[in-house]
């Protein structure tokens, strides 16, 4: 059974810097590419950053280059989004996701398995 699992979310103040972690089992870790997905209240599923299975490429949303950098530590199935400068419009819901193959993608449908989510609040 595949299970993803997000940690590190919670309340920042604007300016900010969290780390999220996604902690995974039940796949062949290397063979997947992570994805880190987010929804705020009301608003459509945004694709943010995406990884390679080699973690050598990495893929991120305009809106937030420059601020997000997303790695992996195959050793410990866990992939990692180091979120600084947080904006009150990064407050969301975040989850991460994997999918089969190599093929890099901001797109939702693109992964095949998906974790619970961690909350982000960005709120002074």
């Known amino acids: 059974q595949v299970q993803l699992v997000e940690s590190g979310g919670g309340l920042v103040q604007p300016g900010g810097s969290l780390t999220l972690s996604c902690a995974a089992s039940?796949?062949?870790?290397?063979?997947?590419?992570i994805g880190w997905f987010r929804q705020a209240s009301g608003k459509e599923r945004e694709g943010v950053s995406c990884?390679?299975?080699?973690?050598?490429?990495?893929k991120h949303a305009d809106s937030v280059k420059g601020r997000f950098t997303i790695s992996r530590d195959n050793a410990k199935n866990t992939v990692y989004l180091q979120m600084i400068s947080l904006k009150p419009e990064d407050t969301a819901v975040y989850y991460c996701?994997?999918?089969?193959?190599?093929?890099?993608?901001?797109?939702?449908?693109?992964?095949?398995?998906w974790g619970q989510g961690t909350q982000v609040t960005v709120s002074s």
């Open positions: 996701a994997a999918g089969r193959g190599r093929y890099l993608s901001l797109a939702g449908q693109r992964y095949d398995y």
């Open positions: 039940g796949l062949t870790w290397d063979t997947y590419v």
């Open positions: 990884i390679s299975t080699s973690d050598r490429v990495t």
